[in-house]
């Protein structure tokens, strides 16, 4: 098993490397996103989040956060896990495929002026990007999450979050801690 003390060192110095280097190259990025956010929100528009996977259980707390509350009281915010139905999740594999299951929730659910964001650690989900696209079509913002260079969705969005590094793990990391900033952020327009 190896020294238990050597894997805890080592996870915890790159997740605080990456946290300050990521503080470093996004913090304009994530405050234009939070404008972007803060604007929809206000103008009664809603925000529709999606992700595979850990990206998944990202989108649901997520949302969870803006419909219920981060920190303090106030009224509920329009947010729409895109992961979050099972029923959907099945179905839409079923009877077209899985690169469209988040697209044609974005078809049903999203308006002009709304916001799209999808989270995917290495940019190349086939159905987020998919899914941002149908987006983009239909007039809404379009915000990704990534790690790595982006991939292939950031350019496909408005903005892209990208954290500089390939580890899943800490890209997810970053990407929970990027999401509390914005609820926070968030909370203070409201």
Do not use: W
Not at 6 to 19: G, T, W
Not at 45 to 50: E, M, N, P, Y
Not at 72 to 85: G, H, V
Not at 123 to 128: C, I, Q
């Amino acid at each position: 098993m190896g020294n238990v003390s050597n894997f805890i060192d080592d996870s915890f110095s790159k997740s605080r490397e990456l946290n300050e280097l990521t503080y470093v190259k996004l913090s304009a990025d994530v405050k234009a996103v939070s404008r972007t956010l803060v604007s929809a929100l206000r103008n009664g528009r809603k925000v529709l989040i999606c992700g595979n996977g850990g990206s998944a259980s990202d989108a649901n707390h997520f949302a969870a956060e803006l419909v219920c509350k981060f920190r303090k009281e106030r009224r509920a915010l329009p947010a729409i896990s895109l992961t979050a139905n099972p029923s959907t999740m099945t179905a839409i594999p079923n009877d077209y495929d899985f690169e469209r299951v988040f697209s044609r929730q974005v078809e049903a659910f999203g308006k002009k002026g709304d916001v799209f964001i999808g989270i995917t650690t290495s940019g190349n989900s086939k159905n987020v990007i998919e899914a941002a696209r149908k987006a983009t079509s239909l007039g809404l913002k379009t915000i990704s999450f990534t790690g790595n260079k982006g991939g292939k969705i950031k350019g496909f969005c408005d903005l892209s979050l990208i954290v500089p590094s390939s580890d899943t793990a800490r890209i997810q990391e970053m990407h929970i801690l990027i999401i509390h900033t914005l609820c926070d952020i968030i909370e203070a327009g409201f």
